[in-house]
């Protein structure tokens, strides 16, 4: 017996850190096992960018038929969103980042992955968020 919640949010976190390239046979590979999943890319100076990445995980979950256009469904991946958010807002606050959100989803359970480089001078650091809802 496998454990969804965790499954979908591995799936999640491999669209967010996979490259254009990959994004495609990922998105196949997870449709052959009953997943819905997306990547978008995001990036900007902190906060700035937050709304934006809100937003863009709303309407490409939609447009890709992840989530129906319903209330319920909108908070749920808002909500998961916000959470991956919080858990890379303290390295990211004031910083350019510059990353991917990996959305999947399978029957009931909904992970948004952000996966992210922030610039700070010449070096890179890396930061990874992410959150999970249930859908009825």
Known sequence: MTNESIEVAKASARM?????????????????????????????????ICVKILERALVAS??????DDIHVHDGALVG???????QISVKTNGLSAGGKIGIARKGEHISVTIFM????????????????RSLP
């Open 117 to 132: 480089s922030i610039g700070i001078l010449h070096l890179n650091d890396i930061v990874i968020g992410l959150g999970h």
């Open 16 to 48: 967010a850190m996979s490259t254009r390239e990959e994004e495609e046979g990922l998105k196949k590979e997870f449709a052959g096992k009953g997943y819905k999943t997306i990547a978008v890319d995001v990036g900007g100076k902190f906060p700035d």
């Open 62 to 67: 939609k447009k890709n038929g992840i989530i």
């Open 80 to 86: 998961a969103t916000r959470e991956a958010l919080s």
